[in-house]
Each structure stands twice: as structure tokens, then as C-alpha cells.
């Protein structure tokens, strides 16, 4: 009886991880460069707010301010894509 209770706990425990694994670690490989350009767009747009900072006049602040809007309407189109695909 005891060493029941052991192998189920355990037959548990492995189909929670197999679960967790499926739900966090395992994507497809859209997603996976769904989330690759994603990453990309969103260091771009860092970079985008320093010249921003640093503008030295308005306008170049408001070039800059179109170039991070464009960027901003692309995160947001992916991160529509990435939620489609779940």
C-alpha cells in the first residue's frame, strides 16, 4: 500500500511537470520568431528614446518621436500575432 502511494505521487508529479513544460517551455516556430522580432522592436525603441533624449532640436525630437511611434504600432501588431497563436 505504501509504495503505491509512492508511485502514484510520483505519476503525479511527473504529469504536472509534463503540463508546466507544455504550457511554458514548448512553442512553436512562429511563435518563437514571433517573439524574436519582438525583442528586436523593443530594443529599437530603447534606442529610439536616448536620440529622443538627446534631440537637438524639435524637430528632430518630433522625427524621432514618428520613427518610435511606427515602432510602437509594430510591438503592438506582434504582440496581437503572439496572441492569436496561444
Known amino acids: 500500500m505504501n509504495s503505491t502511494a509512492v508511485i502514484v505521487a510520483i ?3 511527473a504529469a504536472l ?3 508546466l ?3 511554458y517551455f514548448s512553442t512553436d516556430a512562429n511563435t ?3 517573439k524574436k522580432s519582438l525583442r528586436e522592436v523593443r530594443g529599437k525603441m530603447k534606442d529610439k528614446l536616448e ?3 538627446h534631440a537637438k532640436s524639435a524637430e528632430d ?4 518621436m514618428d520613427t518610435y511611434n511606427e515602432l510602437d504600432t509594430k510591438r503592438l501588431q ?9
Open 11 to 13: 505519476g503525479s508529479i
Open 17 to 19: 511537470a509534463l503540463v
Open 21 to 23: 513544460f507544455k504550457k
Open 32 to 34: 518563437r520568431e514571433l
Open 51 to 53: 536620440e529622443i533624449k
Open 61 to 64: 525630437e518630433d522625427m524621432f
Open 78 to 86: 506582434i504582440l496581437a500575432e503572439i496572441s492569436l497563436h496561444k
